[in-house]
Structure formats: C-alpha cells, structure tokens
C-alpha cells in the first residue's frame, strides 16, 4: 500500500483557513512537534511548504477502523494535554492562539443561522442557537479564561480518530493544532461524535473538566456550523441535533 499524500493549494485570501493559517500549521506541525508529541501519528515522510501550497506525504492509515470508543479516545486526549500544559505556547511560539479567527467565525455563524432557523428544531436547539447570534465573539472569549493552555488537536472528531485492529489511537489531520484549554478538545469530541448516551463515560475518563462549561458555548458554535453543511434529513444532521440538545441541557 502506498503512502498518502496531501496536497493543499494556497488559501483564498480572507477565508478562515488563510486567517488561521490552516495549511502551514499542518506542515509544522508534523516537522517539528510530532516527534515529541507522546501520541500516535501517521509517520511524516515529506512536509513541504512553498509558493505552490503544501505537500504532506504520510503513512497510510486507511486500513485502520475511523472514530474510536468515547472512553480511549477521552483517555488519549488527556494523556496528550497533561504531558503539554503549560509548555505548548513555550515550547512551539507559532501555535495559534484561543481567539484566532474569531471575527470570521462569528459573520459566518450569523450569515448561517438564518438558514438553520429555517429547520425544523427541537425547542432547545434553537432557543440555543438563537442566543449566539451576535454572541459568537463573546462565546469565544469565554474559552481564554477555562484553564491553562496545552497542545490541543483541535478537531478531535471521529473523523480524524483511527483505531487499529490492536486497539491503538491515532490523530490524524492536524491543520487546527492550536494552544487552548484541553476541554477544548473534549467537548468537540463530544459535540462532534459522541451519542449523548455515552458522554458520561466519557467526562469520567478524561478526569477534571474545569473550564468545560466556559468552553461549550464555543464548541455549540461549531456543532451548528457543521450540522448546517448536511441536508436537514441526513443521518449526520440528525446526530448534531441531538449532541446539540444534550450540550444545551449542560448549559
């Protein structure tokens, strides 16, 4: 089996992976913090950057099952955050910081909800989602004060979760790895991929969550924006609903 490979063409100037810098983390990302990172990674072969956009050549992992149990994946991220905090932002200055990005994520969210309003919502959905618009920033700045920053994926979704056939995790996709409070990696873990059912399985693995109530709010942003990318009668959209529904009672 072959290697795979990443091409990413530069960002178009003004959209949030050209503010985020989006590509360019991903490639320093694997250069310089997986070899130290104490998780499991595909193997980095090729990282290059230039004029032309970016090139990752990576190991293979497509054999691995996608997503992971709730418990080892919550186990994995705390691992992975207690072995950085407070040394992340020192150790690799260029991470983005908690607020990158925020203003163009909040027109978004606002453009967007008027089409979900359109839906058909559960009350708490959208007595929720009603509340962010033109909170977004707000909800945001909550996240710098949830305690100490760490490493972060920062879409730890079971989408860019691999589990092989020995039980071991890897992260795969990087481009959103960032300094931020570790919970900001659990509730989109949550947010994203986990059915309600099992989330406190899940917050009893991970241990301490302080902070995870400030951080929610943020992370409900991003659980609206991506229900809104899937037809309102899709499977997908279904299953944001309902982790939406069950982040609003947190709250």
């Not at 499991?40 to 992971?68: H, I, K, M, T």
């Amino acid at each position: 089996m072959g290697n795979y490979i990443k091409r990413r063409s530069p960002a178009v100037p003004g959209s949030i992976a050209a503010a985020l810098g989006m590509a360019e983390a991903e490639v320093r990302f694997y250069r310089e913090i997986a070899p130290e990172i104490g998780v499991r990674v595909p193997a980095c072969y090729r990282a290059e950057l230039n004029d032309e956009g970016s090139l990752l050549e990576l190991e293979d992992l497509s054999s691995w099952q996608q997503g992971a149990d709730p418990v080892a994946a919550a186990t994995l991220l705390r691992a992975m955050h207690d072995r950085w905090t407070d040394r992340a932002h020192v150790r690799w200055p260029w991470l983005r910081p908690v607020g990158a990005g925020d203003d163009l994520v909040a027109r978004l969210y606002d453009d967007t909800w008027p089409k979900l309003a359109a839906r058909t919502l559960s009350a708490p959905v959208r007595e929720f989602g009603e509340r962010l618009v033109g909170n977004v920033k707000q909800a945001e700045a909550q996240v710098r004060d949830a305690g100490p920053q760490t490493l972060i994926h920062g879409d730890a979704s079971a989408l860019n979760l691999r589990t092989a056939p020995d039980g071991e995790i890897a992260l795969l996709d990087w481009e959103d790895v960032s300094a931020a409070p570790g919970v900001v990696d659990l509730t989109w873990h949550l947010i994203s991929s986990v059915p309600p059912e099992h989330w406190p399985d899940a917050l009893a693995a991970y241990g301490p969550t302080d902070g995870l109530l400030a951080v929610l709010p943020s992370t409900m942003v991003q659980g609206y924006l991506s229900m809104s990318d899937w037809p309102e009668d899709s499977e997908q959209a279904a299953g944001f609903e309902a982790r939406l529904a069950a982040g609003a009672a947190m709250l």
